[in-house]
T-cell receptor, first 118, second 114 residues
Framework: AQKVTQAQTEISVVEKEDVTLDCVYETRDTTYYLFWYKQPPSGELVFLIRRNSFDEQNEISGRYSWNFQKSTSSFNFTITASQVVDSAVYFCALSEDVGTGTASKLTFGTGTRLQVTL | ETGVTQTPRHLVMGMTNKKSLKCEQHLGHNAMYWYKQSAKKPLELMFVYNFKEQTENNSVPSRFSPECPNSSHLFLHLHTLQPEDSALYLC?????????????FGPGTRLTVL
C-alpha cells in the first residue's frame, strides 16, 4: 500500500525566511510519481510540480525548489524568501504508474499549513 | 471559463434535503474525480470517471450518487446526508495517457449538513 507522510502539521515563519516542507513516501512500485499541491484559503488545490521516480534531478522554479531523494524516500519542498502570499496548506501526493488508458489515483499526505507573517 | 469550475461554492442543507453539486472542466480532459476533504483528514477519493465510465467507487455510501453525462461534466447528487458529511467536496480532472496523469482541481463546494 502507498503512504505519504507530512510530519509537519503547521509551520510559522516571518516573511523573507526560507522554509522547507517535508514529505516522506512509501511505495512498493519501482515506477511512481510525486506531486506537490498548494491549497490557499480559497480552497482550490493548485498543482505545483510532478516528478517521476526515474528523475532525481532537483528542480527550481523561481522561489520554489524541490529535493527528491530516493535513498530516503523523500520529496521535500523549499520556499526561499517566503512571502505572505505563500500562506496556504501544502499537500504532497503519490501516484503509481497506472499504464495507458487508466486514470491515476493519488495518495495524499495530511498537508502542512504554512503561515507567513510580516 | 477556464480550468475546473464547481457550483455552488457553498451549500447548507438539512438531512432530508436533496441537492446536487456540479463540476465542469474546460481543459479537454477525459477523466474526472470527486474528493472529500474533511477537517484534519487526508483527501479522500470518492469516485473516478474515465471516458464517462465509473472506474472507482471508494466504498462511498449510497446517499452520494455520482453522474457523468459527458467528459466535461460531473455531478454529485446528495440525499439524506448526515452531519458528518459536512466537508469540502473537490472535483478534479485529468487527461488520461501513459504513466500517470496530473489532476487539476476546482475550487470546491463547502457543504454543511444541519
Amino acid at each position: 500500500a502507498q503512504k505519504v507522510t507530512q510530519a509537519q502539521t503547521e509551520i510559522s515563519v516571518v516573511e523573507k525566511e526560507d522554509v522547507t516542507l517535508d514529505c516522506v513516501y512509501e511505495t512498493r512500485d519501482t515506477t511512481y510519481y510525486l506531486f506537490w499541491y498548494k491549497q490557499p484559503p480559497s480552497g482550490e488545490l493548485v498543482f505545483l510540480i510532478r516528478r517521476n521516480s526515474f528523475d532525481e534531478q532537483n528542480e527550481i522554479s523561481g522561489r520554489y525548489s524541490w529535493n527528491f531523494q530516493k535513498s530516503t524516500s523523500s520529496f521535500n519542498f523549499t520556499i526561499t524568501a517566503s512571502q505572505v502570499v505563500d500562506s496556504a496548506v501544502y499537500f504532497c501526493a503519490l501516484s503509481e504508474d497506472v499504464g495507458t488508458g487508466t486514470a491515476s489515483k493519488l495518495t495524499f499526505g495530511t498537508g502542512t499549513r504554512l503561515q507567513v507573517t510580516l | 471559463e477556464t480550468g475546473v469550475t464547481q457550483t455552488p461554492r457553498h451549500l447548507v442543507m438539512g438531512m432530508t434535503n436533496k441537492k446536487s453539486l456540479k463540476c465542469e472542466q474546460h481543459l479537454g480532459h477525459n477523466a474526472m474525480y470527486w474528493y472529500k476533504q474533511s477537517a484534519k483528514k487526508p483527501l479522500e477519493l470518492m469516485f473516478v470517471y474515465n471516458f464517462k465510465e465509473q472506474t472507482e467507487n471508494n466504498s462511498v455510501p449510497s446517499r452520494f450518487s455520482p453522474e457523468c453525462p459527458n467528459s466535461s461534466h460531473l455531478f454529485l447528487h446528495l440525499h439524506t446526508l448526515q452531519p458528518e458529511d459536512s466537508a469540502l467536496y473537490l472535483c478534479a480532472s485529468s487527461q488520461v495517457g501513459g504513466g500517470t496523469d496530473t489532476q487539476y482541481f476546482g475550487p470546491g463546494t463547502r457543504l454543511t449538513v444541519l
